[in-house]
């Protein structure tokens, strides 16, 4: 079955830098958009960054000038550079990815997530 892995989670202080990578595995006829979201305790999901096919980024206000989002086709993967770590970053991190699974499913919604990957960032 087609799946998202997620990794590079962890405990960082203040100011620190973390590297989030998140791998599609499983039969993939392509794939579309990725990107990564967060939801903090008592919050809503929330988009982080995006990235498209053809390499078209984009950022919450919150993370812009210290996350950078890239995509690695050959690996099938996404990443989530993220430096300059504020205690608000904390949060768990889902990766996204907007899969085409066969040629017949063209043109066709199909969102994948992965199973989340904590981050906290304190002291």
């Known amino acids: 079955q087609v799946q998202l892995v997620e990794s590079g989670g962890g405990l960082v202080q203040p100011g620190g830098s973390l590297r989030l990578s998140c791998a599609a595995s499983?039969?993939?006829?392509?794939?579309?958009?990725m990107g990564w979201y967060r939801q903090a305790p008592g919050k809503e999901r929330e988009l982080v960054a995006t990235?498209?096919?053809?390499?078209?980024?984009n950022y919450a206000d919150s993370v812009k000038g210290r996350f950078t989002i890239s995509r690695d086709n050959a690996k099938k993967a996404v990443y989530l550079q993220m430096n300059s770590l504020k205690p608000e970053d904390t949060a768990v991190y889902y990766c996204n990815a907007d899969l085409t699974l066969t040629r017949w499913d063209i043109g066709r919604k199909s969102d994948y997530w992965g199973q989340g990957t904590q981050v906290t960032v304190s002291s």
């Open positions: 499983g039969s993939i006829f392509s794939i579309n958009a």
């Open positions: 990235i498209t096919s053809g390499y078209s980024t």
